[in-house]
């Protein structure tokens, strides 16, 4: 399985490491093209590499970490989503001042969902501090906790799925309206919480 990746800083980094290391294959881009990724991929290792923001597109599972203000023109002129999974870790902050962007009354990753029409949109991962996400999941004996939300069950488990192989645990908090809400920074109770599930 190909895990495509728009994004390529802090989160989209984490991500992509976290997959390589799990054995997927990791497509990462962002703006200014695959050349100014080569660096990056080097670090990543032999399973991953870089494409075009359509490129990781067409990946089977997709991860979307783009600053809030880009993320329109990320899910822009895509190829049809067809029911594949896209993966939602960006937070409505607008700067300066790490304020709530104006949603009108839906949660971001509604707003995420509406701009990749027939994506299944799986919210996860927005929640910890980038180094926290990118650190090692296994502590303490237990897993790191990551909260996920989405409307589409099938596609919870399967995110649920590849992120248990890499080392997190996942807490689903139901659906993009009511669960983004309590994931949702700024302004839900969620964020910044690191919690470690003990078997
Ligand atoms: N940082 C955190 O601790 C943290 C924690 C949880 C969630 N988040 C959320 O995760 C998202 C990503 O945050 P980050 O810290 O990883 O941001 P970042 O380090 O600033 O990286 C942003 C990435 O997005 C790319 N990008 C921007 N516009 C794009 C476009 N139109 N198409 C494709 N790629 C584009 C950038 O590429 P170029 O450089 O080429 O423009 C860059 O690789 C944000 O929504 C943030 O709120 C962040």
Same mark, same amino acid.
């Given at each position: 399985?190909?895990?495509?990746?728009?994004?390529?800083?802090?989160?989209?980094?984490?991500?992509?490491?976290?997959?390589?290391?799990?054995?997927?294959?990791?497509?990462?881009?962002?703006?200014?093209?695959?050349?100014?990724?080569?660096?990056?991929?080097?670090?990543?290792?032999?399973?991953?590499?870089?494409?075009?923001?359509?490129? &990781? @597109?067409? %990946? *089977? $599972?997709?991860?979307?970490?783009?600053?809030?203000?880009?993320?329109?023109?990320? +899910?822009?002129? /895509?190829?049809?989503?067809?029911?594949?999974?896209?993966?939602?870790?960006?937070?409505?902050?607008?700067?300066?001042?790490?304020?709530?962007?104006?949603?009108?009354?839906?949660?971001?990753?509604?707003?995420?969902?509406?701009?990749?029409?027939?994506?299944?949109?799986?919210?996860?991962?927005?929640?910890?501090?980038?180094?926290?996400?990118?650190?090692?999941?296994?502590?303490?004996?237990?897993?790191?906790?990551?909260?996920?939300?989405?409307?589409?069950? &099938? @596609?919870? %488990? *399967? $995110?649920?799925?590849?992120?248990?192989?890499?080392?997190?645990?996942?807490?689903? +908090?139901?659906? /993009?309206?009511?669960?983004?809400?309590?994931?949702?920074?700024?302004?839900?109770?969620?964020?910044?919480?690191?919690?470690?599930?003990?078997?």
């Amino acid at each position: 399985m190909t895990i495509g990746i728009i994004g390529a800083g802090g989160i989209g980094q984490a991500f992509a490491a976290h997959m390589a290391k799990a054995g997927y294959e990791v497509l990462v881009s962002n703006s200014r093209g695959p050349e100014s990724l080569a660096e990056v991929v080097r670090q990543l290792g032999p399973r991953a590499r870089a494409g075009t923001r359509q490129e &990781a @597109a067409q %990946a *089977d $599972v997709v991860v979307v970490a783009v600053p809030w203000p880009q993320v329109h023109a990320a +899910l822009s002129d /895509l190829p049809a989503w067809n029911g594949r999974t896209l993966i939602d870790t960006t937070n409505p902050v607008v700067q300066p001042g790490f304020r709530l962007a104006d949603l009108n009354g839906s949660t971001s990753s509604e707003i995420v969902a509406s701009l990749a029409p027939g994506a299944r949109v799986v919210k996860v991962a927005n929640t910890l501090l980038r180094a926290v996400l990118a650190a090692n999941p296994n502590q303490a004996g237990g897993h790191r906790v990551l909260f996920m939300s989405g409307d589409d069950a &099938a @596609a919870k %488990a *399967d $995110v649920s799925g590849i992120l248990e192989k890499v080392g997190f645990a996942t807490i689903d +908090l139901g659906g /993009l309206a009511s669960g983004g809400r309590l994931q949702q920074f700024p302004g839900g109770p969620l964020p910044i919480l690191n919690l470690i599930k003990l078997p």
